[in-house]
């Protein structure tokens, strides 16, 4: 059941993306019918926030269950008693997940408007509050403490600081201005900080601004799955090749014990100070973070012995992730889908230059994982079967835990090849809200199942490297 209209595209790329979904294969092997209804799914589902939060416990400086424990208090805080679980999972023991209440249908709104822009309003429907750098605009008289009902401007058509705004937007809840609108838009004013506490929001997600920073990390459950499925272990050297934010660097480190070396690399400079202060918080040292461009990752020439940076010699790792740059389109919420086709079609020929680096910079025996966000064929099935035609080195092998779809038909592969892949679908799922009522008598088993499929738009692939051809 729709609460928003379904995600737009740019013309372009929405033709794009629905030849996509229908494809001659996916139509001959599903039929039209089913294989138009699960698009449009597809695209409803991409509009909404997933039914579920996923955090992975720090388990180098804390149990599961302790940090289970003060999430469960922290809930009772934030929700003024309202009963949610904290869920475990049983084929991945260090994460938890919080099923999300929403949509909220039956909110009043009030005529004291704030407009943020979208990326500030899909943050508002995961749970954030909202800061002051993501409003674009407020109603004229809006003081400190009014009563304000927030809305997304999806299609970046507000000016800054306009007093009213007409076009298209979508309401996220009600909140509490932290500040009057003089004081957000004044050229002295604060560029940071809170700007209105959400008391009221569409969908009643926990909070974690300041909460546990240093024993929880917010990840999506297939970005969690991703370095399970490299299983890394301690002593070995790893490689984390385009690594920002540093979720599944601090991820491998921890699976690691702490042990062996996780190189992670990012090829803009902020982003790879996020890595370190995301390794120096979680406690975490065996990660080295360097700003380098993975393309250029591979040295042709022997290098000085002391230095532990980039670029590396051939054959210097025994696993390395490639959660490649992607196109994104499998990330939730997501209502208005701004790049162009030639942005889009973009990735492709990037995903394969950092993947030929890394083939050559793995050991043979060296397991490579190749993971995106995104829904696209060309930048995942279409990669796997140009990897395995221009890579006889390279095998598809099974994943576990494998708790997402086969691959998607279109690129060529085999059903046997198919089924080692994994692509996280939202739509195998109906779109259904979740109320207090319908949670308290959903099994703990059920929501889980439901939790594994009601999630981002995600893909997976896992290779070995036979020899050193």
Same mark, same amino acid.
């Given at each position: 059941?729709?609460?928003?209209?379904?995600?737009?595209?740019?013309? @372009?790329?929405?033709?794009?993306?629905?030849?996509?979904?229908?494809?001659?294969?996916?139509?001959?092997?599903?039929?039209?019918?089913?294989?138009?209804?699960?698009?449009?799914?597809? %695209?409803?589902?991409?509009?909404?926030?997933?039914?579920?939060?996923?955090?992975?416990?720090?388990?180098?400086?804390?149990?599961?269950?302790?940090? $289970?424990?003060?999430?469960?208090?922290?809930?009772?805080?934030?929700?003024?008693?309202?009963?949610?679980?904290?869920?475990?999972?049983?084929?991945?023991?260090?994460?938890?997940?919080?099923?999300?209440?929403?949509?909220?249908?039956?909110?009043?709104?009030?005529?004291?408007?704030?407009?943020?822009?979208?990326?500030?309003?899909?943050? *508002?429907?995961?749970?954030?509050?909202? +800061?002051?750098?993501?409003?674009?605009?407020?109603?004229?008289?809006?003081?400190?403490?009014?009563?304000?009902?927030? +809305?997304?401007?999806?299609?970046?058509?507000?000016?800054?600081?306009?007093?009213?705004? @007409?076009?298209?937007?979508?309401?996220?809840?009600?909140?509490?201005?932290?500040?009057?609108?003089? @004081?957000? =838009?004044?050229?002295?004013?604060?560029?940071?900080?809170?700007?209105?506490?959400?008391?009221?929001?569409?969908?009643?997600?926990?909070? =974690?601004?300041?909460?546990?920073?240093?024993?929880?990390?917010?990840?999506?459950?297939?970005?969690?799955?991703?370095?399970?499925?490299?299983?890394?272990? #301690?002593?070995?050297?790893?490689?984390?090749? &385009?690594?920002?934010?540093?979720?599944?660097?601090?991820?491998?480190?921890?699976?690691?014990?702490?042990?062996?070396?996780?190189?992670?690399?990012?090829?803009?400079?902020?982003?790879?100070? $996020?890595?370190?202060?995301?390794?120096?918080?979680?406690?975490?040292?065996?990660?080295?973070?360097?700003?380098?461009?993975?393309?250029?990752?591979?040295? *042709?020439?022997?290098?000085?012995?002391?230095?532990?940076?980039?670029?590396?010699?051939?054959?210097?790792?025994?696993?390395? %992730?490639?959660?490649?740059? &992607?196109?994104?389109?499998?990330?939730? #919420?997501?209502?208005? +889908?701004?790049?162009?086709?030639?942005?889009?079609?973009?990735?492709?020929?990037?995903?394969?230059?950092?993947?030929?680096?890394?083939?050559?910079?793995?050991?043979?025996?060296?397991?490579?994982?190749?993971?995106?966000?995104?829904?696209?064929?060309?930048?995942? @099935?279409?990669?796997?079967?140009?990897?395995?035609?221009?890579?006889?080195?390279?095998?598809?092998?099974?994943?576990?835990?494998?708790?997402?779809?086969?691959?998607?038909?279109?690129?060529?592969?085999?059903?046997?090849?198919?089924?080692?892949?994994?692509? =996280?679908?939202?739509?195998?799922?109906?779109?259904?809200?979740?109320?207090?009522?319908?949670?308290?008598?959903?099994?703990?088993?059920?929501?889980?199942?439901?939790?594994?499929?009601?999630?981002?738009?995600?893909?997976?692939?896992? =290779?070995?490297?036979?020899?050193?051809?």
């Amino acid at each position: 059941m729709s609460f928003f209209p379904k995600i737009s595209f740019q013309r @372009e790329v929405e033709e794009y993306v629905t030849k996509v979904f229908r494809n001659n294969e996916l139509i001959t092997a599903l039929g039209t019918q089913e294989a138009e209804s699960k698009y449009q799914s597809l %695209l409803s589902h991409l509009s909404h926030p997933p039914g579920f939060t996923t955090v992975r416990v720090n388990t180098h400086l804390a149990s599961v269950k302790h940090v $289970k424990k003060l999430l469960f208090e922290e809930i009772q805080k934030q929700f003024k008693g309202l009963c949610v679980p904290v869920l475990e999972h049983p084929k991945l023991q260090d994460i938890l997940i919080i099923p999300v209440i929403g949509p909220r249908r039956d909110l009043k709104k009030h005529s004291s408007e704030v407009i943020v822009g979208a990326h500030c309003g899909y943050a *508002v429907l995961r749970g954030a509050h909202v +800061y002051v750098p993501g409003i674009i605009s407020t109603s004229r008289f809006m003081k400190a403490g009014d009563l304000v009902s927030v +809305y997304s401007d999806i299609e970046g058509k507000c000016k800054r600081g306009a007093k009213e705004f @007409e076009g298209v937007k979508v309401f996220l809840g009600n909140g509490i201005s932290e500040l009057s609108r003089s @004081e957000i =838009f004044s050229s002295s004013g604060p560029l940071n900080g809170m700007g209105v506490r959400m008391i009221e929001p569409v969908y009643l997600s926990l909070s =974690f601004d300041n909460v546990l920073p240093s024993h929880l990390f917010l990840q999506n459950l297939p970005s969690v799955i991703v370095s399970h499925i490299l299983r890394p272990q #301690p002593g070995e050297r790893i490689l984390d090749m &385009c690594a920002a934010p540093g979720g599944k660097t601090t991820h491998l480190a921890t699976l690691m014990h702490d042990q062996g070396e996780v190189i992670a690399m990012d090829k803009i400079a902020n982003k790879v100070k $996020k890595i370190k202060q995301n390794a120096e918080l979680l406690q975490l040292n065996c990660i080295k973070a360097f700003r380098y461009d993975g393309t250029k990752a591979l040295s *042709v020439e022997k290098r000085e012995d002391e230095q532990e940076g980039p670029p590396f010699l051939p054959e210097s790792f025994d696993r390395i %992730l490639l959660d490649a740059p &992607c196109s994104g389109m499998g990330q939730r #919420p997501n209502m208005a +889908y701004s790049s162009t086709l030639k942005e889009v079609t973009s990735y492709q020929p990037l995903q394969r230059k950092l993947f030929t680096v890394a083939v050559k910079l793995l050991k043979p025996g060296g397991v490579l994982v190749y993971s995106t966000c995104t829904i696209t064929l060309s930048e995942n @099935e279409e990669q796997v079967a140009w990897a395995l035609k221009t890579f006889p080195c390279l095998q598809l092998q099974p994943q576990e835990p494998h708790i997402g779809g086969e691959g998607m038909r279109g690129a060529g592969l085999s059903l046997d090849q198919l089924k080692l892949l994994q692509r =996280f679908d939202p739509s195998a799922v109906p779109l259904q809200g979740m109320d207090i009522n319908s949670l308290q008598d959903s099994g703990e088993d059920d929501l889980i199942s439901l939790a594994n499929k009601d999630c981002i738009g995600f893909f997976i692939a896992k =290779f070995i490297k036979s020899n050193s051809k």
